[in-house]
């Protein structure tokens, strides 16, 4: 007996297998056989849902989490970009009305020494209700900006890696200054 093997006819979208088996009197018979294509799932990302206050994780670049390096509780304790885990360093509380972001720990995003320019590493420090801890969240946009400086919450150089500083810089429209949060 020889198998021969022909594809690629469509019928109503299923795509049909033809085999046609010669037997040894050379009679010709042909058996379809059906067999579903799978679609294949979208490769888009998500785009940013805006922040309107809220507790959880804000979430950057490579869906990365805003972190408090090694969760401590000291003034001008970096804030950095971290794979998201779920705990206290990374859990916050957003305040559309005071404009605070207030870390698990009780202290608030701030600016390091309160400075207002570009490329300042965000920390974190006591909240004091200074304008360098207030935040304006767009959100139309995702993107949050300090009010004091007018510059923007940002991963630096858009980096993917642990570690990487968050700093404010000149609004720039970049994913780097994209946030989200799952409000949980």
């Known amino acids: 007996m020889i198998l021969r093997e022909r594809r690629g006819f469509r019928s109503s979208g299923i795509l049909m297998n033809y085999i046609a088996i010669l037997n040894p009197s050379n009679r010709h018979r042909v058996t379809p056989t059906p067999t579903i294509k799978p679609t294949p799932s979208p490769t888009h990302s998500p785009s940013p ?12 670049v490579s ?9 401590q509780k000291v003034n001008g304790n970096i804030i950095q970009l971290h794979t998201c885990n779920r705990t206290g360093a ?21 600016t390091l020494g309160g400075s207002t320019a570009n490329e300042t590493p965000v920390v974190l420090y006591e909240c004091n209700a200074s304008s360098s801890q207030q935040w304006r969240i767009d959100t139309s946009s995702g993107v949050i900006v300090n009010v004091q400086s007018g ?9 993917a890696t642990d570690g990487n500083p968050i700093w404010i810089h000149n609004c720039n429209g970049t994913s780097a200054e994209k946030w989200i949060t799952p409000l949980n």
Not at 63 to 71: E, F, G, P, Q
């Open 63 to 71: 869906a990365k989490c805003l972190d408090n390096y090694h969760s």
């Open 151 to 159: 510059l923007c919450l940002d991963d630096k150089y858009s980096g």
């Open 90 to 110: 990374q859990r916050c509380s957003v305040s559309a009305g005071s404009g605070t972001i207030v870390n698990s720990n009780g202290y608030c995003l701030d």
């Open 49 to 60: 849902t805006p922040i309107t206050g809220g507790a959880g994780a804000i979430v950057g």
